[in-house]
């Protein structure tokens, strides 16, 4: 069964620092671009990140450029998502999630596999 | 970034009703959206891509439309399971955007 996991969220001050990783089984890993969306408290979903299988390409929404950093682990099958200088506004549930093709093509893809989440508050 | 915009934003059903969701895109997508049903306290579920395309296990009774700019998620005949909040998402170009979602409620 294919499966995501996530973890690292929790309360974080304003301009803290949080790593966010999300565990991968049942699928070959490594084959598949990968990404976060997040949703904050009530609102709709934000596409945050995105990463390719072989991690030589990576795509960020302009509210998180230059403050997140996406990253994987081919060998333990997980991937990350490193937060910096968070503000009030980036409280949201995180999910990652999994493209439903395999290769390069994830330009023109949708995610069909999901993560629970992981509750991320950033608050003073 | 495309706009993606869903109508109505709430609306109350009963089980048994047909009911029809609404998206739109800000500029042409040929087929390039997906829907997803996403419950309270629950992560999305992937239903259709390509439109129209069900997603395997979803049942039969979602079906998917339209190309270009305008699209349409239809329930044939509601069930109580498919109260939810609905979503369209367009994968056309980066960023990919999700439209505001459609709740749809018991009557």
């Known amino acids: 069964e294919v499966q995501l996991l996530e973890s690292g969220g929790g309360l974080v001050q304003p301009e803290g620092s949080l790593r966010l990783s999300c565990a991968a089984s049942?699928?070959?890993?490594?084959?598949?671009?990968m990404g976060w969306v997040r949703q904050a408290p009530g609102k709709g979903l934000d596409w945050v990140s995105t990463?390719?299988?072989?991690?030589?390409?990576?795509y960020y929404a302009d509210f998180v450029m230059g403050r997140f950093t996406i990253s994987r682990d081919n060998i333990k099958n997980t991937l990350h998502l490193e937060m910096s200088s968070l503000r009030a506004e980036d409280t949201a549930i995180y999910y990652c999630?999994?493209?439903?093709?395999?290769?390069?093509?994830?330009?023109?893809?949708?995610?069909?596999?999901w993560g629970l989440g992981t509750m991320v508050s950033v608050s003073s | 970034a495309i706009r993606m915009t869903q109508s109505p934003s709430s609306f109350s059903a009963s089980p048994g009703d047909r009911v029809t969701i609404t998206c739109r895109a800000s500029?042409?997508?040929?087929?390039?959206v997906a829907w997803y049903q996403q419950k309270p306290g629950k992560a999305p579920k992937f239903l259709i891509y390509?439109?129209?395309t069900l997603q395997s296990g979803v049942p039969s009774r979602f079906s998917g439309s339209g190309s270009g700019t305008d699209f349409t998620l239809t329930i044939s005949r509601l069930q109580s399971e498919d109260f939810a909040t609905y979503y369209c998402?367009?994968?056309?170009?980066?960023?990919?955007?999700f439209g505001p979602g459609t709740k749809v409620e018991i009557k």
């Open positions: 990463i390719s299988g072989t991690a030589d390409t990576t």
């Open positions: 500029q042409g997508i040929t087929n390039y």
């Open positions: 999630a999994k493209f439903v093709y395999a290769g390069d093509n994830f330009g023109h893809d949708a995610f069909d596999i």
């Open positions: 998402q367009q994968y056309y170009s980066y960023p990919p955007t």
């Open positions: 390509g439109a129209a």
């Open positions: 049942g699928f070959v890993f490594s084959t598949f671009a």
